[in-house]
């Protein structure tokens, strides 16, 4: 199974985001 | 992170076709920039934002997949209501109620539905029938008593 192409980056996300004017989903976790 | 959703293939495909995925590390002995810039009080916290890095949509703690469903069609259709694009936005919270009717964040996508109805129409019992179906499908939610004041249009 293929999963998520997360980014870690959130401006670079952004800037793939921008140009193809799609929207981020954004994950805050915490591995405790 | 919400790891058991993220393991289904459903998911996944919907996240990767549908949005550009970041995933922010916390760090609570010592608070990173991006929990502070983006005010980040607790985790699992996720974040819908528009091409332009303009928050839409927010939610904490677990969801489990039906809910993480709903809530990311309710974050691009918030983003097109946020932007008046209220005939885009229309289909996009339908489609919370008609494929995840029984998630949480259904009845603010009910009634979120009859204000871009409205506001798209100009016609008044588009709220009504947000209300309708408010007190029909989630009479305990706080969304039907909001939509209470519809109650006096006429249909």
């Excluded at chain 1, 192409?5 to 004017?21: P, S, V, Y």
């Excluded at chain 2, 129409?121 to 029909?136: C, G, I, M, N, W």
């Amino acid at each position: 199974m293929q999963g998520i192409r997360w980014d870690t980056d959130f401006l670079a996300a952004l800037a793939k985001a921008k140009e193809a004017g799609r929207p981020v989903y954004q994950d805050f976790w915490f591995d405790g | 992170m919400n790891t058991g959703p993220y393991s289904e293939q459903a998911v996944c495909e919907f996240i990767n076709g549908n949005f550009f995925p970041v995933r922010t590390e916390c760090n609570w002995d010592h608070p990173t920039e991006a929990m502070r810039r983006f005010g980040v009080q607790w985790t699992p916290a996720f974040i819908i934002h528009d091409p332009d890095g303009k928050e839409h949509h927010r939610f904490v703690g677990y969801v489990p997949t039906d809910d993480l469903l709903a809530h990311l069609w309710l974050g691009r259709a918030k983003i097109s209501y946020n932007s008046d694009r209220h005939g885009e936005a229309i289909p996009l919270f339908e489609t919370v109620l008609s494929r995840h009717p029984a998630a949480g964040a259904a009845p603010e996508a009910a009634f979120l539905r009859g204000v871009a109805g409205y506001k798209e129409s100009h016609d008044p019992k588009e709220l009504r029938r947000a209300y309708d179906l408010l007190v029909a499908r989630y009479p305990q939610s706080e969304w039907a008593r909001r939509a209470e004041p519809y109650s006096a249009i006429s249909l």
